[in-house]
């Protein structure tokens, strides 16, 4: 099967230093857009049975920790992919990526994330998924939104950031061409529409209920992919074939269900029956797993 012909391959060598060692990889896979028009279009749902792929949190890979800049890069050495990532706000009001309100599970730090200033928080090191530590330390978010220009799409959940702080930090660095926002309401895109005309939003559509929310919001379908639960049933294929027929993409997510199966061979299974129901997006904590699932035999 083809890579989806609207990635942008750029080969090249990169080499950078984790954990000590120093890497090298000969290809990553970026992608770019030169204009909101582009990044539109490439979300566009296409009838060549295309799949895209988002890594949640990131990704997990041994070594690499979830929400993490090293993490990101290491998917794009070896696959094109965009990104779920989970801003949350510090006591002296920085914007970082973590998952977790509390600090326990991916740092080497305790308590709440909240309880903490950012110059504490640099102190302390990332866990990747097995909880081992790592010399990769907490991003900001507006770290990753400069190293993600030109390379990917980061796909902003919803946390605990006021959302006017997300929208500076967008328009700061004009962003809307490499930086999508989830939103889980009518209301919440509807905010972003009006203040960030054109950005691509992540909406969520699991049933009727959600579907009709963000219809009467007023926000253009072109704008958006969806979010439809973890599977394409019979709960919810009618919704999946209005959205398609506003040439939404849907998006299915993996990390709850398939990803959590303990071993590659079950998962490679498991991923590949998923696949035989034609999602348009694929999200995972395992997303160099599923491009194999997807692109092999």
């Given amino acids: 099967m083809k890579r989806n012909a609207r990635f942008n391959l ?23 857009f030169k204009n909101e028009k582009e990044i539109c279009d490439f979300f566009a749902r296409k009838s060549d049975g295309s799949i895209l792929i988002s890594g949640h949190r990131g990704g997990w890979e ?7 800049i090293e993490g990101f890069q290491n998917v794009l ?3 094109p992919a965009f990104f779920e990532i989970d801003p949350r706000l510090t006591k ?7 998952h977790d309100a509390k600090l326990e599970r991916t740092t ?6 909240s309880d903490c200033t950012y110059p504490e928080l640099r102190d302390m090191r990332l866990k990747d998924h097995e909880g081992n530590v790592t010399s990769a330390k907490i991003p900001t978010l507006e770290e990753a939104i400069i190293w993600s220009k030109g390379k990917t799409v980061i796909n902003l959940d919803k946390k605990d950031v006021p959302p006017d702080k997300i929208v ?18 009518g209301a919440q895109a509807r905010y972003y529409y009006d203040r960030l005309p054109g950005i691509m939003m992540s909406v969520f559509a699991r049933n009727d209920r959600e579907y009709e929310d963000i219809a009467i919001s007023g926000v253009p379908w072109k704008y958006m992919i969806a979010y439809v639960g973890p599977a394409i049933d019979d709960s919810n294929r009618h919704i999946v074939e209005k959205l398609h027929g ?14 959590k199966l303990e071993t590659a061979k079950e998962r490679q299974e498991a991923y590949r029956e998923e696949i035989k129901k034609a999602p348009d997006i ?15 035999k």
């Fill in 92 to 98: 002296d009001s920085i914007i970082v990526l973590m």
């Fill in 168 to 185: 500076a930090l967008i328009k700061k660095h004009k962003a809307k061409k490499h930086v999508m926002l989830t939103v889980h309401t």
């Fill in 246 to 259: 506003k040439g939404v993409r849907c998006m299915i997510s993996f990390a709850p269900t398939h990803d």
């Fill in 10 to 32: 750029l080969l090249l060598f990169v080499i950078f230093s984790f954990n000590g060692k120093t890497i090298a990889q000969k290809a990553s896979n970026y992608i770019s």
């Fill in 282 to 296: 694929i999200e995972s904590d395992l997303p160099t797993e599923v491009w194999k699932a997807i692109y092999t």
């Fill in 62 to 68: 041994a070594g690499y920790p979830e929400n993490s």
């Fill in 77 to 79: 050495n070896r696959i």
């Fill in 108 to 113: 080497t730090g305790k308590g709440k994330l």
